[in-house]
Nanobody
Framework: QVQLVESGGGLVQAGGSLRLSCVASGRTFSSSAMGWFRQARGKEREFVASINWSGGITNYGSSVKGRFSISRDNAKNTVYLQMNSLEPEDTAVYYC?????????????WGQGTQVTVSS
């Protein structure tokens, strides 16, 4: 079992940047794939990015590719999401998740989420 706590959300103007962090507790973090998902109001949850246990494999959703970057520090049990060139359409609650692989359907444990709001 992995417990996940996100932080770093907030209000930013379009074109700005934010970095989200997710701290995990539990012994399985370093062997788990990690990911970020988001859910905007009235919309379904959307895959944002994922990273394998070593950090050597990353995947991105088409709407964020080239603007967002996922990374992890296994020594700190932390995964990050660097978000650049933010757009109002990026406004959503962002969730950290732990998974078996980087495939979006393979995630099994979720954090409580952190709100990101991008103003135009």
């Amino acid at each position: 079992q992995v417990q996940l706590v996100e932080s770093g959300g907030g209000l930013v103007q379009a074109g700005g940047s934010l970095r989200l962090s997710c701290v995990a507790s539990g012994r399985t973090f370093s062997s788990s794939a990690m990911g970020w998902f988001r859910q905007a109001r009235g919309k379904e949850r959307e895959f944002v990015a994922s990273i394998n246990w070593s950090g050597g494999i990353t995947n991105y959703g088409s709407s964020v590719k080239g603007r967002f970057s996922i990374s992890r520090d296994n020594a700190k049990n932390t995964v990050y999401l660097q978000m650049n060139s933010l757009e109002p359409e990026d406004t959503a609650v962002y969730y950290c998740a732990a998974g078996f692989t980087t495939v979006p359907t393979d995630f099994f444990s979720w954090g409580q989420g952190t709100q990101v709001t991008v103003s135009s």
